[in-house]
């Protein structure tokens, strides 16, 4: 799904459905009964939060435990329904990356499953004290971690998002509205069933995790201005997605970017691991966020490394968007056919395909300030062996993850040991880098006292 922008502000306000703060101002072209029906279920929302806050661990492990055997237990309907999504984005001539995105086999389903199961086992965040101390007057101060509240998803054709989103939410004790791309409808309808049952079986609120199935893009756009309804809204997709969430959201919004990611092979670096490096962050998986874009290789080091790594990722069918020197040595090493020259736009894609963007700089510095100019802040990579410099990248690199003789593609909640991932942020308050439970959390202040009162 991709939320297009609306010309318009004109505002429409209705009475606050939660007591004190005004309903929220809807762009005028978005359908009232879009409207309603999402703020209907994010009243629904809002009570099943407050159920949620109140649960221990014991219970919302147990409830992550069920909906995981829920899902195992419908994949049969799982799967297909996800190839009914699958035929039509077949006949719509959806990318093969896209495809890929989408599709949920046996093996895909158990896995959405086992994240469950991973995520009950992680400590719960509500509760933790972060800091607390006792004043000179004997004041008790604590900030302590709680809930959200209800949470909002806009994500695109990524169904294991549908499974990850709701399973976090529980854990932090939140409800969560999902509001997934129409390419997917069918494989979200089926997962969010088989997750309501659970709770329902449980005794909790099915309301835990709600499915936008109606009111189409405005639906998303009456989630983006539920204000006062929805606390936060995590946009996960496209550029174009994200950036439409971040203009028009009148809800806190936690930005998850797109990931135009470097390596950058330095003069110093060891042949073998830059080939290694690039290659996995490039083949492993080209359609997700955190697959590599761009490759910079420093020109002292280019003869020796690139005739290797333009074979190997020719022999991977990557297609090198390569300036002339580039171009020189994909001819050399017998790879010109996998080659292309690069045009204007090439620095700043995001392929999500067997495409690399690719350039000989003639010193890190001239690497940094690539990066600087094209970076979308999620994850940079470096290959060397010269520890001065990789301080200088860690150092300087504005992103996310910055990496360091390490492929790209660890940029993950589950290869931190976070269990399943809502998103990466990519922006610098609150939230940054993959993002888990303790950031599906905000804080309170609790101040005990016997008495005190302040001169």
């Known amino acids: 799904m991709t939320v297009t922008d609306q010309a318009g502000a004109a505002a429409r306000q209705s009475a606050s459905p939660t007591g004190g703060t005004p309903a929220p101002a809807q762009p005028a072209a ?110 008790q101060i604590r900030q302590v971690r709680v809930p959200m509240g209800v949470v909002g998803m806009i994500y695109e054709a990524r169904p294991n998002v549908t499974v990850d989103a709701a399973g976090l939410a529980l854990k932090s004790g939140n409800a969560v509205l999902l509001r997934g791309g129409s390419a997917a409808a069918s494989s979200n309808a089926a997962l969010v069933a088989a997750l309501r049952s659970a709770l329902a079986e449980r005794g909790l609120p099915e309301d835990a995790v709600n499915l936008l199935s109606e009111g189409g893009r405005d639906a998303a756009r009456a989630l983006m201005t539920a204000r006062g309804l929805v606390d936060l809204v995590i946009p996960r997709g496209g550029a174009d997605l994200i950036q439409t969430v971040v203009r028009e959201s009148t809800v806190p919004v936690i ?126 990579a470096i290959v060397t062996a010269d520890r001065a410099a990789a301080r200088r990248w860690v150092a300087e690199v504005d992103a996310a993850a910055v990496m360091v003789n390490a492929s790209t593609r660890f940029t993950d909640g589950g290869e931190f040991g976070f269990g399943a991932e809502i998103g990466i942020s990519t922006q610098k308050l609150h939230a940054r880098g993959p993002m888990a439970l303790p950031e599906l959390t905000t804080t309170k202040w609790v101040v005990e006292g016997d008495g005190q009162t302040r001169a």
């Not at 879009?34 to 492990?61: C, M, P, Q």
């Not at 590599?292 to 490394?305: G, K, P, Q």
């Open 255 to 380: 930005e998850t970017g797109v990931g135009n990611c470097h390596v950058y092979v330095d003069s110093s670096a060891d042949v073998q691991s830059a080939v290694d490096i690039v290659v996995n962050s490039k083949v492993h998986r080209p359609s997700v966020c955190n697959a590599a874009e761009s490759l910079l290789v420093h020109a002292d080091v280019a003869d020796r490394v690139l005739p290797a790594l333009l074979a190997a990722l020719a022999a991977e069918g990557v297609t090198v968007h390569g300036d002339d020197a580039i171009g020189d040595a994909a001819r050399a090493a017998g790879a010109d056919r996998a080659y292309q020259p690069i045009a204007d736009g090439d620095d700043d894609t995001e392929f999500l395909s067997l495409d690399l963007s690719a350039r000989v700089v003639g010193s890190l510095d001239e690497a940094l300030a690539h990066v600087q100019e094209h970076t979308s802040g999620h994850t940079e």
């Open 30 to 139: 978005v359908d009232p009964a879009a409207v309603d029906y999402v703020h209907g279920v994010a009243r629904r929302a809002r009570v099943a939060s407050r159920r949620l806050a109140l649960l221990s661990r014991a219970d919302k492990d147990a409830a992550l435990l069920a909906m995981a055997d829920a899902v195992d237990a419908a994949t049969g309907q799982i799967v297909a329904a996800n190839a009914e999504d699958l035929q039509r984005g077949r006949d719509a001539g959806m990318a093969t990356g896209l495809l890929d995105r989408l599709t949920l086999d046996d093996d895909r389903v158990h896995a959405v499953a086992d994240a469950l199961r991973q995520v009950a086992s992680l400590p719960d965040p509500v509760g933790e004290v972060v800091r607390g101390s006792t004043l000179a007057n004997g004041l």
